[in-house]
């Protein structure tokens, strides 16, 4: 149930703008134990933008999960991804169409809510490098974004000293815990850097928490792939 062990002295959650999400990450917590609040208040499976501090931190749902899926289905249908602006799926927010194989690669393309493509995901055939990138993401009029599929050295501690900290309270620490109900935890540490010509666009933890470095960056296209690393 939506903000199931919610105190009833707390208002719900209210969602939260998707196109102006910073940082993100999938989980259900909408609440986190803290003061008197003995347990999380737990809602449905959702990327959520974290924000406040203490008893009023707050994990507020930006892009929702099709009604009913499973913690790690993110789609109800085998061959289709989408995520909605709603929880009732009312809305759609995104889609991700099937795969396309060409030299090498497999294209995702991605599409907004009327249907129209607003870029592709890219994953790049196994490498023999580990540390080569695997996934790139194309926005129009934008350089291709490339991950550095490299570990950061430090994993979160590096990322604090290069001035994430925001991020690593909101989308690491705080929402470490989203998948108390969920199984929606990281085991590993996975932080990689995502670049356009050399330009910093976006800071990941795993494939399920982001940090937006550059405004121009279309949210959609993080969550796609998310979507498709979860799928």
């Not at 930006?62 to 799926?89: I, K, V």
Request: hydrophobic share 35%; charged share 25%; with cysteine.
């Amino acid at each position: 149930m939506f903000g199931k062990n919610r105190h009833v002295d707390e208002p719900p959650v209210l969602p939260a703008s998707w196109a102006d999400a910073w940082e993100f990450a999938i989980g259900n917590e909408e609440r986190p134990a803290a003061g008197q609040r003995k347990h999380p208040v737990l809602g449905v499976r959702a990327f959520r933008v974290p924000s406040g501090g203490g008893a009023q931190r707050v994990h507020a749902p930006c892009a929702f999960f099709p009604p009913g899926s499973p913690p790690g289905s993110p789609s109800s249908s085998p061959t289709g991804l989408r995520l909605y602006e709603d929880a009732e799926g009312q809305q759609l927010l995104c889609s991700v169409d099937d795969p396309q194989e060409t030299k090498g690669e497999r294209r995702y393309h991605v599409r907004d809510g009327q249907g129209q493509a607003i870029g592709t995901i890219r994953r790049l055939a196994p490498l023999k490098h580990a540390l080569k990138p695997t996934w790139r993401i194309d926005q129009p009029s934008h350089p291709e974004i490339v991950s550095s599929a490299e570990w950061a050295k430090n994993g979160t501690k590096e990322i604090v000293q290069r001035g994430a900290g925001k991020f690593l309270l909101g989308a690491i620490q705080a929402v470490a815990d989203v998948g108390a109900d969920g199984g929606d935890q990281a085991s590993n540490s996975r932080v990689l850097e995502w670049k356009a010509d050399g330009e910093l666009v976006m800071t990941s933890d795993g494939h399920s928490r982001f940090l937006i470095r550059a405004a121009w960056l279309d949210r959609r296209l993080v969550f796609a792939f998310a979507l498709l690393r979860t799928s």
